[in-house]
């Protein structure tokens, strides 16, 4: 269910990123098609991530901020591997805001704060009061 939520979420704003009026909001409700993606990885090896500490780790991996959308097979050769390894695999991704996360220099606390920030504002785009 919160895998469901967050496709939701980042599904919404993609739409608002892309000025849709009238944005289908579930392009592909099929999680075994476009599946969520913790950059930071739920099971990150600490030696692969050593700029995030037991306790960042644990702050920061369920973030909307570190979650991004995937193809199933994009999310598979992502895996748990560190960040520049999956850099590639986000740039070619046709979801313009994964797209964005493969443009960082470095991943850490503060990317993940920073990208927070943005799609905040995002959310009050796509649903606005």
Same mark, same amino acid.
């Given at each position: 269910m ?12 993609? +739409?608002? *990123? ?9 392009q592909?409700?099929? /999680?075994?098609?476009v !599946?969520l $993606?913790?950059?930071l990885?739920t ?7 050593k700029?995030f ?5 644990r ?18 050769? +992502?895996? *748990? ?5 999956k ?6 991704? /046709?979801y313009a805001? !994964?797209? $964005?996360?493969g443009?960082y220099?470095?991943w ?11 799609l905040?504002?995002?959310?009050l ?5």
């Amino acid at each position: 269910m919160l895998n469901d939520l967050g496709r939701y979420y980042l599904r919404a704003l993609e +739409a608002a *990123n892309a000025d849709e009026n009238e944005p289908w909001y579930v392009q592909n409700d099929d /999680p075994s098609a476009v !599946t969520l $993606e913790h950059i930071l990885p739920t099971n990150a090896d600490a030696q692969d991530w050593k700029q995030f500490d037991e306790e960042d780790r644990r702050r920061f991996t369920k973030r909307l901020g570190n979650l991004c959308l995937l193809t199933k097979s994009g999310n598979e050769s +992502a895996g *748990n591997l560190p960040f520049e390894s999956k850099t590639a695999t986000y740039t070619s991704s /046709p979801y313009a805001l !994964t797209n $964005e996360v493969g443009a960082y220099g470095a991943w850490t606390s503060k990317e993940i704060e920073a990208r927070q920030a943005r799609l905040s504002t995002l959310a009050l785009k796509a649903w606005p009061i």
